[in-house]
């Protein structure tokens, strides 16, 4: 797993297949454990800091806080 801003909160979902993981910079990305591709990521604006990542029981809903 590589990135070029410093990871702050990470987290799995549910089912164990997934990572979630939360940089300075406000990137939010979804790797796959099975070959460490990305799945998905959005971006929060730079002033949001994000310190805590939770996914919801069937991994639809993600909470940054």
């Known amino acids: 797993l590589s ?4 990871f702050i ?12 993981t939360a940089a ?3 990137l939010i990305i ?3 454990l099975s070959d460490f591709s990305i799945e998905d990521q959005t971006r929060f604006p730079k ?3 994000i310190t ?6 069937e991994s639809r809903y993600l909470v940054a806080a």
Not at 3 to 6: A, C, G, I, V
Not at 9 to 20: I, K, L
């Open 9 to 20: 909160a990470a987290t799995f979902t549910p089912d164990g297949d997934s990572v979630v």
């Open 47 to 49: 002033d949001v800091k």
């Open 24 to 26: 300075q910079d406000g």
């Open 3 to 6: 990135q070029k801003s410093k």
């Open 52 to 57: 805590k990542l939770a996914v919801s029981q």
């Open 30 to 32: 979804f790797w796959s």
